[in-house]
């Protein structure tokens, strides 16, 4: 079987199985579980396959144009070079050990046919994005994730955050959507072409008439698509998903997708030093603001929500400084403990019965409830605050050292204060990285109070899954700095000395201060009691996590609850990230800056004000005008008719005498008529 052969059914094998679950997933459930991990299973091998025999050599290229198109051909074709190979298996990777942990997380969750189908679509489209040599056939990969995440992050639609979650996705990543299909209909006009080596080839000569517009149009998309400043905000209240979903979204799809984007055309972004800056700033921006909102937060997959975020703009920090090796090394990196962390916290919050650290801060034992969850989430923690040797420092160093290279002149890959822009956020970056992942850390493991609940082992399909997961978490980057330049562009990804030091200095220093500010705090937290449980932490990890969101709301409220409670639930999540809790390091460690850092600096608020309420208010005057000038005008039209036919109908009495008379009447009205014209009177 040819190369070719084996990369299409990579994204295909996905796709049937998607398609089966769809169609027979209620009708014979015995085979949704196949279904749902099989097909996903199998292109992970496949994956494997393309990547060892493309083996960081030449790009493998193959087309075929199914119809024409008009000038600008579109074509299904594969470009698939040592980031699309390398990459795809991230993708399988991650995937697979999702579909396998969510038969166990959502074993008891009526919705899971639909929900492991779209699971297998979603993972379909992913793959399509990775391997696909058209920006059409990309286009086509990269809406289709948008729909599935609109799904399956209101899977549990019976809340009403999953319901506003899941539109709020949807319509801020397609308002960043728009500008990018314009942006890909002007680079292929310019370039004659889809096809990203076509678009490339044009790039090099020079081709492109409209560099800097074509970049910014394109980086609107993938502000929307990688959660990225200043459209961001919809990817931290997309945690109303089920957790397997969002480390799918989180570790290897969706936010994924835009920086790979940028990645594979870098050289289009490069030909403008204006969408250069522009990116560093937006990367900046996002690195910092994340980390500091992730520091407030108490909602734990709030906190890991704003720590992609962050990470994310790492990622886009590397590609404004033009070393798309770093961001992908870095994404690579990223996905295994990010898809870790996720995993984790869902066993996590199945044991504790919620998602608010302040009530984890509160049970004692939690840790030896769900050992494997304790130490594969320390691990990914670790990899997460870059503390050598896990991997997340080396593919951070590789983006902070690319930026030290740009900004001190030795490379003119970008601009200089591109590369300054970057290097002192991912620094202030690395700094808060590591003091919230401190601070999660010891809420959740190191609580004092009441002993945690002992629900027995977690499902042998949750545990494993984690430990498959901590062995790149702990291992890929002091193996992948010295592999990956093979399978790249060549350059060099090994950590520098004076960022290293830096970098990792301010991480100890997190990591420190942050502790001391939790001993001073952790004694308050047997005094101040918060949170609350959930009505059935020995059910299904799916359920608890639906319950912990819902609270005492009419659709959450026994009696129409798919799961009816004897007693009304009580909020386990949301009330207490708002509450005032003195025991919480953070609280201490942003003092006044803590209130606007757990609203997320109120950007939601500022666009309320600029956008949402003006086309509210637009709304309501076209509806006001459509009701009260249109309809009236409708309505007056319909009513000269109307009493023209009272009038009409009035005459119509039944009686022949009448008519006669009236007959006659007529008859002699129009005689006299007749006779005063013809005598001239």
């Known amino acids: 079987m040819t190369t070719t052969t084996l990369a299409v059914l990579v994204p295909l094998l996905p796709f049937l199985g998607a398609v089966a679950g769809l169609l027979f997933g209620r009708t014979a459930p015995g085979f949704v579980r196949p279904l749902a991990v099989l097909p996903t299973l199998a292109s992970l091998v496949l994956a494997v ?6 083996g960081g050599g030449h790009a493998l290229d193959s087309a075929t144009e199914l119809t024409p198109t008009g000038s600008v051909p579109v074509e299904l074709a594969l470009h698939i070079d040592g980031f699309a190979a390398l990459v795809a298996l991230l993708v399988g990777v991650v995937a697979t050990c999702v579909q396998i942990y969510s038969t166990g997380y959502l ?79 002007a680079l292929a006009t310019d370039a004659g072409s889809f096809r990203i080596t076509r678009v490339l080839g044009t790039v090099t000569s020079g081709g492109l008439d409209h560099p800097t517009l074509i970049a910014l149009l394109l980086l609107a998309g993938v502000a929307g698509k990688s959660a990225q400043f200043p459209l961001h905000t919809w990817l931290p209240d997309a945690m109303a998903g089920p957790t397997p979903v969002s480390a799918l979204i989180h570790a290897a799809t969706m936010v994924a997708a835009g920086v790979y984007f940028v990645a594979r055309l870098l050289p289009v972004f490069q030909a403008s030093s204006a969408a250069m800056v522009v990116l560093a700033v937006m990367a900046a921006v996002t690195m910092a603001g994340s980390a500091l909102a992730a520091l407030a937060q108490d909602d734990i997959k709030r906190v890991l929500a704003y720590s992609t975020i962050g990470q994310l703009g790492y990622m886009t920090g590397a590609l404004a400084v033009g070393d798309r090796a770093a961001a992908v090394f870095h994404l690579l990196s990223h996905g295994a403990f990010k898809a870790l962390l996720f995993l ?94 401190t601070r999660l850390w010891l809420l959740a493991f190191r609580g004092r109070g009441a002993e945690a609940p002992d629900h027995g082992k977690q499902p042998l399909t949750m545990t494993v899954v984690l430990w498959v997961l901590a062995v790149p978490s702990l291992a890929f980057g002091g193996l992948a700095f010295r592999l990956l330049p093979d399978w790249f562009d060549g350059g060099s990804l090994a950590p520098t000395l004076t960022t290293s030091v830096l970098s990792t200095g301010l991480a100890l220093v997190g990591v420190l201060v942050t502790y001391g500010a939790w001993q001073r705090t952790s004694a308050l937290a047997a005094r101040t009691p918060t949170g609350a449980v959930a009505a059935h932490p020995e059910a299904a990890a799916g359920l608890v996590e639906e319950e912990t969101m819902a609270g005492p709301s009419p659709e959450h409220h026994p009696a129409t609850s798919r799961h009816p409670a004897p007693l009304p639930i009580p909020p386990a999540h949301g009330d207490a990230a708002h509450a005032p809790d003195p025991a919480d390091p953070g609280r201490l460690l942003l003092g006044p800056l803590q209130r606007h850092a757990a609203a997320g600096f109120h950007v939601d608020t500022l666009y309320a004000v600029l956008f949402v309420r003006p086309v ?66």
């Open 49 to 54: 396959l393309v990547a060892v025999r493309q």
């Open 107 to 185: 074993r008891d969750d009526p919705h899971y046919p639909s929900y492991a189908a779209l699971v297998s679509l979603f993972t379909s489209a992913m793959f399509l994005v990775v391997y696909s040599g058209d920006l059409i056939v990309l286009l086509v990969g990269w809406e289709v994730m948008g729909i599935c995440s609109y799904f399956l992050v209101g899977h549990y639609w019976e809340t009403a955050e999953a319901r506003a979650a899941s539109l709020k996705a949807f319509l801020v990543t397609k308002l960043g959507d728009v500008p990018f299909l314009i942006g890909l209909f």
């Open 344 to 437: 984790a916290a869902g066993v996590l919050i199945h044991a504790a019965g919620t998602n608010s650290l302040a009530a984890m801060s509160r049970m004692s034992r939690l840790r030896d409830r769900v050992p494997d969850a304790y130490w594969t989430m320390t691990v990914a923690l670790l990899a997460l605050a870059a503390i050598p040797p896990f991997s997340g420092f080396f593919s951070k160093e590789s983006v902070l050292g690319a930026a030290e290279h740009v900004a001190t002149g030795h490379t003119g890959h970008a601009p200089g204060p591109a590369g300054w822009i970057v290097l002192v956020a991912g620094l202030l970056t690395a700094l808060l990285t590591a003091a919230y992942a």
């Open 616 to 681: 509210q208010a637009g709304a309501s005057l076209v509806r006001f005008l459509d009701r009260e000038v249109v309809d009236t005008y409708v309505r007056g039209a319909a009513a000269a008719p109307r009493l023209l036919g009272a009038a009409v109908r009035r005459a119509q009495t039944g009686n022949v005498q009448t008519y006669v008379s009236a007959l006659l009447a007529g008859t002699v009205v129009l005689a006299v008529a007749v006779l005063l014209v013809a005598t001239g009177a």
